[in-house]
């Protein structure tokens, strides 16, 4: 008949899983009877006004994809510029530098991620709860107690046997703005003792944290092959949403001229707005390249935490295990043990804590 409805009503379409039937034991199927074959001369199809709008949001997301990779290899281009443009001091004349960023992740980096981010996440999220009681905290102002001196006495507190028995009124602060940069040792030692997992760990905790906070966060990996090769991880202004999935390549590869990685990371750091930035490294303390290493090698790092230090650098080197003695000889009073990642987000706190009261 004509103008009647179709046969059956369209389903409209969504980029999201909407329910899929469970697979069912079967041992028999049903066998209809008095079926009839017929010719439908007035069907006027479904009626369904989605077609096209469906279409066009799949080739805008093709379109993305394409546009993304495009945009990083712009960029990638761009941070080898700006690698070249650096002044690396003399003792790294000549030495070339090569910056390496992933320009489209692929699946398997996203699913090794999934695998993993379920645990680091929670570690993140101690780690922002505890940082956030802190900023609303010197926001709000208030009474602090239990001070070892002041000038007024807190009669609540005079049966403490530790001295702690001193008040003030704090007054409301602003919170500094805060970046961050992550410099990852990527040598071939790091492959030892599970180092390089830590430090991988490591980075996708704190760039989880840094997201979720607003901070802004570049994360760099290093080593050394026919050059300096710098792994960009994370940068400060994201173009697509998979900079944490590149950290999973994050891996233990050649050599390690920690002098010129860490002037490169130091000196992008240098150049942001913000009131309080923090450099944090991860390393052995073992620098090692050809004619780089020992006390010489050390003396430059040294030589590069000071520059950059007068610059309002903030540095921060985590030690894995026993890199402790390395790392303390080489950065002096600043370094942070990692090798237990259930006290890590108690000790990043405590050193974010410190620079935001700054």
Do not use: W
């Amino acid at each position: 008949m004509e103008g009647q409805s179709p046969p059956s009503t369209c389903q409209p379409v969504s980029e999201q899983e909407t329910g899929r039937i469970p697979l069912t034991d079967t041992t028999t199927l049903s066998t209809p009877e008095g079926g009839t074959v017929e010719q439908d001369d007035d069907y006027k199809g479904t009626g369904y006004t989605g077609a096209a709008s469906d279409i066009q949001r799949i080739l805008e997301k093709i379109a993305e994809g394409s546009v993304c990779k495009e945009l990083e290899r712009q960029r990638t281009k761009e941070l080898t510029e700006l690698a070249q443009s650096i002044s690396y001091g003399n003792i790294h004349e000549g030495v070339s530098m090569k910056v390496h960023r992933i320009a489209q992740v692929d699946d398997d980096l996203k699913e090794q991620y999934r695998e993993v981010s379920g645990d680091l996440l929670h570690i993140s999220k101690q780690l922002q709860k505890s940082v956030l009681q802190q900023m609303r905290d010197s926001r709000r102002g208030g009474k602090q107690t239990g001070l070892l001196m002041g000038r007024r006495l807190d009669i609540h507190a005079l049966s403490r046997n530790d001295g702690r028995v001193f008040y003030k009124n704090a007054l409301p602060n602003e919170i500094p703005a805060l970046s961050v940069g992550l410099l990852l040792d990527e040598s071939g030692s790091m492959c030892s003792c599970d180092r390089a997992t830590y430090a991988r760990a490591t980075a996708i905790i704190l760039y989880d944290f840094c997201q979720a906070l607003g901070i802004p966060v570049m994360v760099y990996g290093h080593s050394t092959g026919s050059g300096v090769d710098l792994y960009s991880y994370a940068e400060f202004d994201a173009i697509d949403r998979d900079d944490r999935y590149r950290m999973m390549d994050i891996s233990a590869r050649g050599s390690n001229r920690d002098g010129a990685a860490l002037r490169y990371v130091a000196e992008r750091l240098s150049r942001r707005s913000e009131d309080v930035k923090l450099l944090m490294l991860v390393s052995d303390g073992q620098p090692a390249d050809t004619g780089y290493y020992g006390t010489a090698a050390e003396e430059d790092l040294r030589g590069v935490k000071q520059e950059y230090q007068r610059k309002g650098i903030l540095f921060v080197a985590a030690a894995i295990g026993n890199d402790k003695e390395n790392i303390e000889r080489i950065y002096g009073d600043s370094f942070l043990d990692i090798s237990d990642l259930n006290k890590l987000p108690v000790k990043l706190a405590g050193i974010i804590k410190r620079f935001i009261r700054v």
